[in-house]
């Protein structure tokens, strides 16, 4: 079974920072583009940051310039570590990535979020 785990969420003052954390395991033959979601209450979920395997990446409009996202594939981790946050930063950040589990399947797998709130 594959299985994305994340952390580094918390409770942080508007300015401040945090590093999140998403590692796979499990019966993974490769894995794909990696992606950090976000959804806020009542709101629907949203792209935030993607990377490919050769570290291209695609950030949405509102964190353009304040989160970076980056992999390192020895450790089939990806991380996303955000500056300067905002109120409206506040949500559940959820890890997603596209992983063969064999030479024939490949799957869209997510993680269980991690809470990032903002206070201002």
């Known amino acids: 079974q594959v299985q994305l785990v994340e952390s580094g969420g918390g409770l942080v003052q508007a300015g401040g920072s945090l590093r999140l954390s998403c590692a796979a395991s499990?019966?993974?033959?490769?894995?794909?583009?990696m992606a950090w979601y976000r959804q806020a209450p009542g709101k629907q979920r949203e792209l935030v940051a993607d990377i490919t395997t050769g570290g291209l990446t695609n950030y949405a409009d509102s964190v353009k310039g304040r989160f970076t996202i980056f992999r390192d594939n020895a450790k089939n981790t990806v991380y996303l570590q955000i500056n300067s946050l905002k109120p409206e930063d506040t949500a559940v950040y959820l890890c997603?990535?596209?992983?063969?589990?064999?030479?024939?399947?490949?799957?869209?797998?997510w993680g269980q979020g991690t809470q990032v709130t903002v206070s201002s």
């Open positions: 997603n990535a596209a992983i063969r589990t064999n030479w024939y399947k490949l799957g869209d797998y």
């Open positions: 499990g019966s993974i033959f490769s894995i794909g583009v």
